[in-house]
Structure formats: structure tokens, C-alpha cells
Nanobody, 130 residues
């Protein structure tokens, strides 16, 4: 059974930084890194659809970002801890949203499509004040 637990959200002023964590558990995440299913971050602001933020494979050879966060956000992972991070710098009020961690069931390549993910965390709120 796959479980994803996010943490690290909070309130920050515009221009500030936050680091989100997603701890993954389950049999598939005990495999060697190159064979673990990909993991991504999505966000959903009030009244808006869920949108892609960033994704990675566990070897770090494949990462992808939404244009809106390129150069400001960095996705990384700690294979030993089964944890993926989202470092968010130069935050803007429009980054305010609930951030979700998501994992694919089997595929190791990351995708920006929400339908490509099978497991979701409970979400963590990020609020950026102006």
C-alpha cells in the first residue's frame, strides 16, 4: 500500500522560501532507485483546477517543471529516506495553493499529467502574503 505524507507548508511573505517534503512508503519504494515509480508535485488554488508543478524520477536523471515555477522551484529527492522535496524560492502570492504530492503506480518516468498519477497525499497549504 502506497502512502504519501506531505509536510512543510505554511505562511510566508512574498519573496520568501519554503521547502515541502513528501515521504513515500510502500513496497514499490523499497526497490532500487532506478526502478521506483516517479513522483510529482501538483497544486490547487481556490476556484482553480489542479495544476502541475514539478516531477522527478528517483535517479534524478529526469525532472520537469511547469513554466510558472522554472528557475524558482527545485525538486530533489533523498533516496535513503524515500523522500522528495520541493524547494520553493522567490515565492509569489499566486503560488498560494494546497500542494499535493503524487506517485505513479509503476512507471518510472515523470509526467506532468495528473491522470498519470495513481496515489495522492493529503495536501499541505502554502500561503504567500503580498
Amino acid at each position: 500500500q502506497v502512502q504519501l505524507v506531505e509536510s512543510g507548508g505554511g505562511l510566508v511573505q512574498a519573496g520568501g522560501s519554503l521547502r515541502l517534503s513528501c515521504a513515500a512508503s510502500g513496497r514499490t519504494f523499497s526497490r532500487p532507485a532506478f526502478s521506483r515509480p516517479a513522483l510529482g508535485w501538483f497544486r490547487q488554488a481556490p476556484g482553480k483546477e489542479r495544476e502541475f508543478v514539478a516531477a522527478t524520477n528517483w535517479s534524478g536523471s529526469l525532472t520537469t517543471y511547469a513554466d510558472s515555477v522554472k528557475g524558482r522551484f527545485t525538486i530533489s529527492r533523498d533516496n535513503a529516506k524515500n523522500t522528495v522535496y520541493l524547494q520553493m524560492n522567490s515565492l509569489k502570492p499566486e503560488d498560494t495553493a494546497v500542494y499535493y504530492c503524487a506517485a505513479r503506480a509503476f512507471l518510472v518516468a515523470p509526467t506532468s499529467t495528473a491522470d498519470g498519477y495513481d496515489y495522492w497525499g493529503q495536501g499541505t497549504q502554502v500561503t504567500v502574503s503580498s
